[in-house]
């Protein structure tokens, strides 16, 4: 039986404005709960989570939740 590691979270805030952004990466903000500068949201630390992260970094900060 596998041993079940703690969840890990990571904070991401929202700190640029998704106008002028692509078409994709407005929905990736979106489906992670971004939608206007200031927002903030915990996501579970996974390689989608990544994915979604590497992919609007320059409009994003991001640090780990407690």
């Known amino acids: 039986m596998a041993t079940k590691k703690q969840d ?10 998704l106008i002028g952004a ?4 407005i929905a990736t903000a979106k489906s992670l709960g971004l939608k206007k500068i200031g927002d903030v949201t915990v996501q579970p ?17 991001t640090e780990d939740a407690e």
């Open 45 to 61: 630390a996974n390689a989608q989570t990544a994915g979604k992260i590497k992919l609007i970094s320059y409009l994003i900060k």
């Open 22 to 25: 692509k078409d994709n990466h």
């Open 8 to 17: 890990s979270k990571i904070k991401i805030t929202l700190v640029r404005s």
